[in-house]
């Protein structure tokens, strides 16, 4: 038995999510694909004007577009406890989101491959998520629009 932790976290458009656990890891040089670079800059200035020094590729996570075989994957964060991570955007699924949706599928996939998180399941009385980490097999829906996205980013780092 490895004493390392191996997660490979799925996560389809409805940000349904499933962990999974590999018998081995990833070993890849960590590369940041260039048409998902503005989301990670967006990402480490999100974290910036939190007071939080975020470099996604000093730490090596790799964030790249891929044709993810499993159907109505959109995202999927390959989490190891003693590796970087690695990211991959399901590219059909990217082509057809808009770019705020976009945002919120990497922003979400950083916060299992950077910031460590889980999913979060909280929801108001409306039933609105609370967190861009709920993993959309819960009961809650995401409202991540050009209003709400501040409250949801606040959230996202609020535990670093
Ligand atoms: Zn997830």
């Known amino acids: 038995m490895k004493n390392v932790i191996v997660l490979f976290i ?7 999510c499933i962990d ?21 800059s967006a990402f480490e200035g999100e974290a910036a004007v939190r007071g939080l020094r975020i470099d996604v590729a000093e730490l090596g996570v790799t964030v790249e577009l891929s ?18 991570g690695r990211i991959e955007i399901d590219a059909p699924f ?9 945002e919120f599928v990497v922003f979400h996939e950083l916060g299992h491959c ?6 979060s ?24 629009n050009q209003q709400t996205r501040r409250v949801y980013i606040d959230e ?3 535990n670093q």
């Not at 799925?10 to 349904?16: D, E, G």
């Not at 075989?69 to 590796?83: I, K, L, M, R, T």
């Open 94 to 102: 990217y082509n057809r989101m808009t770019t705020l949706e976009r």
């Open 20 to 40: 999974e656990e590999l018998s081995s890891g990833q070993s890849e040089t960590a590369q940041i694909q260039e048409e998902l670079q503005q989301f990670v």
């Open 10 to 16: 799925l996560c389809s458009l409805v940000w349904s």
């Open 67 to 84: 044709d993810i075989p499993q159907d109505d994957v959109a995202g999927v964060c390959f989490y190891h406890s003693n590796q970087p």
């Open 114 to 119: 950077v910031l460590g998180r889980g999913h």
């Open 121 to 144: 399941e909280a929801q108001y009385n409306n039933g609105v998520c609370r967190s861009i980490m709920a993993s959309g097999t819960g009961t809650c829906f995401q409202r991540y």
């Open 156 to 158: 996202l780092f609020s």
